[in-house]
């Protein structure tokens, strides 16, 4: 078994059919260094607002010295 007990996984047809989607991958970049942990991946009319979120709250949760080079 290859997830050894920890998890499991289930294949089934989708109802109805998956269908493509307009996605984009969101990189969030600290210092100008990419911070894969942050990236994520959401519709691309969307994925300006959503990231604009995350860096809203990393700008009140992390010191501004931490960052300063």
Do not use: W
């Not at 969307?46 to 700008?59: E, G, M």
């Amino acid at each position: 078994n290859t997830t050894a007990g920890y998890a499991s996984f289930d294949i089934s047809d989708a109802d109805p059919p998956h269908q493509e989607a307009n996605l984009s991958k969101v990189d969030i970049m600290l210092n100008g260094d990419i911070v894969d942990p942050l990236a994520f991946v959401c519709h691309k009319d969307d994925a300006q607002a959503q990231a604009r979120v995350v860096c809203k709250k990393l700008h009140e949760v992390l010191p501004r010295q931490q960052f300063v080079t």
